[in-house]
């Protein structure tokens, strides 16, 4: 009985410290920030007032002239994840303890491609439309940095998961290393290239819709145009395509990770 008392007691201090933990946090960054909470509150009626009088309802006459803008988008992910894909597939049999070469060529990579992954994905799209300028060329260079940089490190720990019983089964029979390559990593390794696959397709679709915001092309690109001349109505209509947009890619996604995986 009093142990279970002390368990009970133990708990609710542990949860009065996390309470007191973030009421301590929300007070530092509230008056780091200088920001007014009844100000924020006194925000919402002129946020709903927007929100329901000059944003709703969706042009939606106007979506026919976003279809080559909607197929920009979802081809521009599309030819993003193929080419990340190829890259990260070589490298992550470079990076991987279990398949590289040689461990300072892994070492360089990681740190390589580390760098380009912790860059957030905005920050590439606003310096590449310097260097190519406006257009969907920026995003699909942007994404393919990210989407390489980012799938090279999951197929990498993908690969080093791979049971090391398989491994050495193999090479009790005399296996060489292509062959165990080939026979013993990559059919334990498929299900995840696949599952990654998908999953990256799904967040370049996203993310290129966003990068139209920093004038990568694609969708995000019109949404922004229709916001910087007030034409909400319209915004609304863009962000309703791409919310059906979105669901589309993950049904579609969801039902070839069933079939495949």
Known sequence: MSKSIGRINGKSLRMFAIVACMVFLYSICMVALEVDFFELLSAIPHFLNFLFFKF?????????????PILDTVFAAILATIISTILATILSFLVAKKTTPWEPLSF?????????????????ASLLTIIFGIGITSGII????FGAAFLTRVL???IDDVSRGVFEAMQACGATRMELIKHGIIPAYMPSFYAW?????????????ILGLVGAGGLGYELKKSMDLFQYQEACAIIVVLILMMLAIEFISNRIRRNLI
């Not at 709703?56 to 080559?68: E, G, H, M, R, T």
């Not at 360089?108 to 590439?124: E, T």
């Not at 942007?142 to 940095?145: K, N, Q, R, T």
């Open 108 to 124: 360089i990579i990681r740190a390589i491609l580390s760098l380009f992954r912790n860059v957030p994905i905005l920050v590439w």
């Open 56 to 68: 709703f309802p969706p042009n939606i006459a106007s979506i026919p002239l976003y279809i080559k």
């Open 197 to 209: 696959m998908l999953f990256m397709l799904e967040v370049n679709i996203k993310a290129s819709a």
């Open 142 to 145: 942007a994404l393919i940095i």
């Open 156 to 158: 990498a720990d993908a």
